[in-house]
């Protein structure tokens, strides 16, 4: 199998606990709820950084490119959750 690159990630105190609880809650380690979670994102991170780029070119749209790629990962998330 394929070694993962690793990265650092330094993380306020709350997101911390918040890790911690999910990891422990989940039986899983915190690198791999971690990783989880940026795997799901990942399609809607992109999203996000082509809005960003799309707004070098026309900097009024950014607001609203990025209100609607948020928007929809939060409507992911919340349907996933339910």
Do not use: N
């Amino acid at each position: 199998m394929a070694r993962k690159p690793a990265v650092k990630v330094t993380l306020p105190e709350p997101t911390r606990d918040a890790v911690q609880a999910l990891a422990k809650a989940s039986g899983r380690s915190q690198s791999g709820v971690i990783s989880d979670l940026l795997v799901q994102i990942g399609p809607k991170l992109l999203e996000l950084a082509e809005a960003i780029e799309g707004a070098k070119q026309s900097p009024r749209a950014l607001g609203a490119a990025v209100a609607s790629s948020l928007g929809k990962a939060a409507s992911i998330i919340r349907s996933d959750a339910a």
